[in-house]
């Protein structure tokens, strides 16, 4: 399993273990703030998916930012915060720095996210960063399929096939 379900894996067995709640940073014009569930499943080699699934508040942009992560409880169990040359990651037991949103994605999740993109996607539309392609269903976009099919209803699903194949899906509160 990976970060994140342990993450959430240790919270809920602490039982009260958990981050205190901070101010969101303030946001410029244009910068992002969603909140609602966000679950990753990443396949495994044996066949099983690892990932997990968390409430999440997103602020920001991919140039500064916050994620937090909490319980089903609503126990905030971890906080990413970037900006310029710096990404951090706090969790009750420890604070780690990353050397940018790749590195710390692919800690949390197995796999790096296209958070520059993502930023786009959660909004439902391409990261005008480079090309995507339509499909039915939305576009695809740097070897990822997003599903905006239910969007209206705050659901948005990235799917990325190469392996290990991973699945993001969001749902964002309105």
């Known amino acids: 399993?990976?970060?994140i379900g342990l993450i959430l894996a240790a919270a809920?067995?602490?039982g009260c273990?958990?981050?205190?709640r901070q101010t969101a940073p303030?946001?410029?014009?244009?910068d992002l703030r969603l909140s609602g569930r966000l679950s990753v499943q990443v396949a495994?080699?044996?066949g099983r998916a690892s990932g997990g699934n968390a409430g999440f508040e997103l602020v920001g942009s991919p140039a500064a930012g916050q994620l937090e992560l909490s319980t089903p409880l609503g126990s905030l169990v971890a906080r990413a915060s970037w900006q310029a040359g710096e990404v951090r990651l706090q969790t009750p037991e420890q604070e780690r720095r990353f050397e940018d949103l790749d590195a710390l994605t692919r800690e949390l999740l197995g796999e790096p996210i296209p958070v520059a993109a993502l930023f786009?996607?959660?909004r439902g539309r391409p990261w005008p960063g480079l090309g995507s392609t339509p499909t039915a269903e939305g576009f695809e976009?740097?070897?990822w399929r997003i599903d905006l099919a239910r969007f209206s209803d705050g659901l948005i699903v990235a799917t990325r096939?190469?392996?290990p194949a991973v699945v993001l899906r969001a749902r964002i509160e309105k």
């Open 1 to 3: 399993m990976r970060l």
């Open 12 to 14: 809920v067995l602490s």
């Open 17 to 20: 273990s958990s981050l205190a």
């Open 26 to 30: 303030t946001t410029g014009e244009g």
């Open 44 to 46: 495994g080699n044996s």
């Open 120 to 122: 786009d996607w959660l």
């Open 141 to 143: 976009q740097l070897g």
């Open 161 to 163: 096939a190469a392996e």
